[in-house]
């Protein structure tokens, strides 16, 4: 597996585009330019000024498009190479009834296209974009009629998908409204896994409680007698969770070390690959090493690297050379492409900034990778 191998990450795009990945490569890789950057763009959204000019060039590089139909045009794109595509209606923040509706419909539509097409093999959304977050907190009332419409909408998502025959992700979240989040997944998955797995949850693993929480899921599975859809993430709020146990005064949920999270993210893939007849994997890392490992285990189990009951996954604008070489290798690999109004996005667009410019290391070798394409593109 040569994840060096720049010319075949960036096939797909042109020598503009390329251009354009550099730009932004150049900014993000600033932790000046980027804190510099979100404020004007906080500023801009709150005297309600044109966001597109502080925008575009971050906005082409990490989004599919406006609209359902960009991702499509992409997805048939990347799928020459063998990368398929999870369009994200990444919209965030907007609690609002009509917002809910709004991603419960772009939910609905990409499992309809889903259906019986190999480029796009799953609808993925965020549990937070269909419900008031608050109505997610521990004590928060289920019988509350607000939180049976989430239910519901819920249900029409996943009874849809169960007839089309269509893998739903679910996103995981702030560890407060996780345990919620968690008992109504479990819950459907007893009811639509049976056969095939509609129902993907999340496990974060830099929580400490993730790998009990995953032996619990397998024992429910069998005792129940459904199958595990499982998103494995390390988790992208790290800095936010410390903050809210100290200030609410519970323990901290992380780990205390990153090698800790390691350690964990790659025996929940051992144990989920050692129990592949009941576990679908789904792993979604930018991290070589777990990629690295997950392959060494499918291959000493000599599972099929096609087999789909194994995905590997990376964000749109991001370790390109992970993907496509995956591919190249007949994994099965999915990208996330995030795409919705320019507007609406903007909190999508300032979180991969600033996780850029913190992983500060991949994302100057990305700016590396990029540099030398660029030598050698003709158009
Ligand atoms: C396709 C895709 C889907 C995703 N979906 C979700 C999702 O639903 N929910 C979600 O929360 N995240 C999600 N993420 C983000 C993910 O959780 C990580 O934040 C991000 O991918 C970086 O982790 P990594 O495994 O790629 O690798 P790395 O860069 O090796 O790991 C960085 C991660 O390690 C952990 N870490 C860093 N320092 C420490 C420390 N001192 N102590 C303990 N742990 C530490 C943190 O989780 C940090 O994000 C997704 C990522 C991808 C690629």
Redesign the pocket.
Known sequence: MNFQNFNLAYRYKSKKELKNSLIVFKIITSPFLVSLGSSLIKIAQRLKLPLKPFTANIYKHFCGGESLDDVIALSEKLSKYGVKSIPDYSVEGQAEEESFSKLENEVLKTIKIAHNNPDIPFAVF?PTGLVNPELLTKDSDIQNPEFKKFIERFNRIFSYARELNVRV?V???DFVYQHKIDDTLLNFMKRYNKSFPVVFT?L?M?RTDRLDYLKFLLTEAEKNDFILGI?F??????EKERAMAKKSNYPDP?????V???NA?NSALKFAVENINRINIFC????EE?TLYLISLIDTLRISHSDERIFF???YG?RDNISFALASEGFNVAK?IPYGPVNKVIPYLIRRAQ?NSS?SS?SKSELAMLKEVLKNKNN
Do not use: F, P
């Open positions: 965020k992700l996103d995981a979240e999340t974060q830099y998103k993430v390390r988790g992208a709020y790290m992380i780990y205390k070390t990153k800790e999270t390691d993210y979604a890392t930018h991290n777990s996954s990376q964000l991001m996330y996780e992983a991949h």
